[in-house]
């Protein structure tokens, strides 16, 4: 991971991260950036459920353009308030978007239109704040939005970084084709045949992946179909903690910045056996035959 | 019956909102149990979608803390990408849309961006999510606040999510598709909009609150209807479901 980040989200870059909306969002990979003291990103996203904030509490964060940032199920993210309210740790730009504008902004960077028109976002001052949305004729036209890198968490991945990623995908299929490059993060990594044997269900093409990360546990505390459930006492701690500056930079010595990586992370963590899933629902195999 | 929350009752009377046989376009928190309630209860053949791209005929099995926890994903009847759910969206084939919010205005707008100047706001507010597209192309929608003057306000300085914007005639003046918000519920009456838009109305008023209460707690000088009821409370059926789909309270026992 600290190679991963270290040599594809340099300073100033535009990261997209957290597609898939609540689920599979790559904590791992933002606890990185923050231990690698990046600055100046622009942080894409639809909603982004926590790791927004604590990327903007710890002043890596220049621009958001996202639909909604905070705590899902808390409610309002206290660093993104301090940022855009008081300018601490450091003013931010925000880019505001709804979830559908957003993903249609990627889509038109994916397909390489210059803009998409689009009945969403008609009548809301949405339009008149974000430089990137304009009015024309009867529609709105969403400009694309194209990050330098996608940032994905899947179950498995094989080593060329084909990725099977399963349950609702949000905007991460947009995301990825939109981006320059893409980082796989993955919970199992297996041999090739393993994924290869069902293509439909590989998120992107191995052109755009430059980095495949095998970093278990790495979406904690949201959940990951199949693996992990959702972890909501750390949810509400994180949005307890963060809601001074000083508690949340307790809280980020604490989960971040005094922890190597994800399996030290995941040691310090007390009821990791209660947050595995354990009834597994495994669908039935697809026939690829051929002659 | 007179032992449940506030939340509970927004619970029950939000999930009578849903008609039997709708497409429901399902937000965070309360109406994630208010459609459980409403599958469960008068509207069998209901059906959900969830922004992150996901499809639902049953509630989950388990407790949500949010749309896209493992519960919610087994046993869906599609999962995908969130521009196909908001496809099904534009083209007019969800019914009813459920949208919280930070503050409401008499013609139904919505803010959940920006209390002040937007570039340098007062209070920022988490922005739409989904919120304004279910505002606009939603056939209809219902707002779930709770009721303070400062969030029933006179007129909303951003408008996040469109209601009937200056009044009625105002949506299909402006190009909006959906019908516009038919109800505000919250935690002291349900407001409503005559048909084809407007101002909003007090329709009902819950057990144990008055008309002056809940005209004291609104930002506007807020109409009543001339057949102003009370609301009927939760039955022992709907609050039965509630607490088996928030078993600890998470959502509706919460300060």
């Not at chain 1, 709105?140 to 990050?147: D, F, R, S």
């Not at chain 1, 990360?213 to 972890?231: I, K, M, N, S, Y």
């Given at each position: ?70 705590n ?26 709804s979830?559908?504008s957003i993903?249609l ?84 990594l ?10 439909n ?20 505390p ?17 949005a ?7 508690g949340?930079r ?16 995941l040691?310090?963590?007390d ?8 009834r ?12 | 019956?007179?032992d ?31 459609y ?19 499809m ?34 534009a ?15 008499r ?30 192309l ?11 003057p ?28 959906g ?50 009821v009370?609301t ?20 509706t026992?919460?300060?």
């Amino acid at each position: 991971m600290a190679e991963a980040v270290a040599r594809f989200v340099p300073d100033g870059a535009s990261v997209a991260i957290g597609t898939a909306l609540e689920p599979a969002i790559p904590f791992a990979a933002g606890h990185e950036i923050i231990r690698q003291r990046r600055r100046d990103l622009t942080l894409v996203g639809p909603i982004s459920d926590s790791l927004f904030d604590q990327l903007i509490g710890a002043g890596c964060v220049a621009t958001v353009c996202a639909a909604w940032v905070g705590n899902v199920s808390e409610g309002l993210g206290h660093c993104y308030r301090r940022a855009t309210e008081q300018g601490e740790p450091r003013p931010i730009e925000v880019r505001d978007h709804s979830n559908f504008s957003i993903s249609l902004a990627l889509w038109a960077a994916a397909w390489g239109s210059p803009y998409i028109p689009t009945p969403t976002l008609l009548g809301s001052d949405i339009v008149r704040t974000n430089p990137g949305l304009k009015l024309s004729d009867g529609a709105v036209n969403v400009l694309p939005v194209q990050p330098d890198v996608t940032i994905l968490h899947a179950q498995r991945a094989d080593t060329e970084g084909h990725a099977h990623f399963w349950g609702p995908l949000g905007i991460s299929e947009e995301a990825g084709l939109a981006a320059s490059k893409v980082i796989v993060c993955c919970e199992e990594l297996v041999a090739a045949e393993v994924v290869l044997s069902d293509p439909n269900r590989v998120l992107l093409p191995e052109t755009k992946v430059v980095a495949v990360v095998h970093e278990p546990g790495g979406t904690h505390p949201a959940p990951l179909q199949g693996f992990w459930r959702r972890d909501h006492a750390a949810y509400r701690d994180y949005a307890a903690r963060s809601r001074t500056a000083e508690g949340f930079r307790e809280w980020l010595q604490n989960w971040v910045l005094a922890v190597a990586d994800r399996r030290e992370y995941l040691a310090r963590l007390d009821a990791t056996a209660a947050l595995l899933v354990r009834r597994h629902l495994h669908s039935a195999p697809v026939d690829y035959g051929d002659e | 019956m007179s032992d449940y929350t506030s939340q509970e009752m927004m619970v029950a009377v939000a999930a009578r909102e849903i008609r039997d046989g709708e497409l429901v376009f399902v937000g965070m928190r309360l109406p994630i149990l208010a459609y459980g309630v409403a599958r469960s209860t008068h509207a069998p053949h209901a059906r959900a979608l969830y922004e992150l791209g996901l499809m639902r005929d049953q509630p989950a099995a388990g407790f949500l803390g949010t749309m896209g926890d493992p519960p919610n994903v087994a046993g869906a009847l599609w999962a995908t990408r969130m521009s196909n759910v908001m496809a099904l969206m534009a083209q007019g084939q969800v019914d009813l849309g459920f949208i919280g919010g930070a503050q409401v205005d008499r013609f139904g707008n919505l803010n959940t961006s920006y209390i002040g100047d937007p570039a340098r706001p007062a209070t920022k507010l988490p922005g739409s999510g989904g919120g304004a597209d279910i505002a606009i192309l939603s056939r209809r929608w219902v707002a779930l606040m709770t009721h303070e003057p400062r969030r029933l306000v006179e007129r909303v300085s951003y408008v996040t999510s469109p209601g009937h914007g200056d009044g009625a005639g105002w949506r299909a003046r402006n190009g909006l598709r959906g019908g516009g918000p038919s109800a505000i519920v919250t935690t002291l009456a349900v407001l409503r909009f005559p048909a084809g838009g407007g101002e909003a109305y007090l329709a009902s008023v819950h057990p144990g609150r008055t008309v002056e209460e809940v005209r004291r707690n609104t930002g506007w000088d807020l109409h009543v209807a001339d057949d102003v009821v009370e609301t009927p409370e939760p039955t022992v059926e709907e609050l039965a479901h509630t607490r088996r789909l928030d078993p600890d309270g998470f959502w509706t026992r919460r300060e």
